[in-house]
């Protein structure tokens, strides 16, 4: 039973028996694992705060063959978010985060660019806010690192390239169609939220961030990109509707 050392995030966190932590954590080089950190919820625990919300971390765990759930045995905090989750609405947009990425990574698949991406979403909240042009950027790279997203710059069913047009999406794919090839049923997508995709899968958050997208757009892109997540996990992401509701009332961009 070897002890292996490495790079993590933590996703999720469940109380499990007495005073122990179940742990969906993101190993930088083995991917999505859980494990049980024992006597993680006891007061004066070894792990202390190292086990919230996206913490970044170094990790040690004990891997058992014929057991799906690993031991960790100790971490030790690289960066945390605790200070982003002085506020709600960024607790919401974390939450949000690591949510999607628990859910739509496999267990044990090397995820390196998920890894990145979600440590530069997490720093982009604690400078930015919960921004929607920052959790669009995070939507729809996990969608397209998923393989789940299909272009944006063209018609996936007869290749005219999208100038200035709208373009139009099923519910339940993420192909789109021209007017001339769609099907009735259906749903619109805007020329200008079109642009604000193919700006954030093109180039950097950076970049994006010093666009400032219009918010509508912007508004309307992330949920698109929420709704191509949704149809592969096969759910409902808990926290969409409040961070959505958030974004609609108190948060400016
Ligand atoms: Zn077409």
């Known amino acids: 039973m070897p002890l292996k050392e490495s790079e993590a995030i933590v996703l999720r966190t469940y109380p499990l028996g007495e005073g122990d932590r179940l742990v969906s954590f993101l190993d ?50 690289i960066e945390s978010f605790l200070d982003v989750q002085r506020d709600y609405a960024a607790t919401v947009a974390l939450s949000l985060v690591s949510e999607i990425t628990d859910a739509v990574l496999g267990e044990r698949e090397a995820a390196d660019a998920q890894f990145r991406l979600i440590l ?26 998923s393989g789940w997203l299909g272009s944006m710059d063209r018609c996936s069913r007869c290749g005219r390239l999208f100038q200035v047009e709208s373009a139009f999406r099923s519910s339940d794919v993420a192909e789109l169609a021209c007017s001339d090839c769609r099907d009735p049923w259906m749903k619109s997508i805007s020329k200008e939220a079109l642009s604000v995709g193919r700006l954030a899968l093109s180039g950097t958050l950076e970049k994006l961030l010093k666009e400032s997208p219009a918010q509508a757009a912007t508004k309307e892109i992330l949920s698109f990109a929420l709704d191509v997540l949704e149809h592969h996990i ?16 108190f948060i400016e961009n």
């Open 120 to 145: 530069l979403t997490a720093r982009a909240v604690r400078v930015h806010g919960p921004s929607q042009v920052v959790l669009a950027y995070f939507a729809l790279w996990t969608a397209r690192l």
């Open 234 to 249: 096969e759910k409902m992401l808990i926290s969409r509707k409040t961070f959505e509701m958030g974004a609609n009332g």
């Open 28 to 77: 930088r080089q083995a991917g999505r694992l859980r494990g049980v950190a024992r006597g993680a919820r006891l007061p004066k625990s070894r792990f202390g705060s190292t086990l919230e919300v996206l913490a970044y971390i170094r990790i040690w765990y004990f891997e058992r063959e014929t057991r799906e759930l690993v031991r960790i045995n100790q971490t030790e905090l």
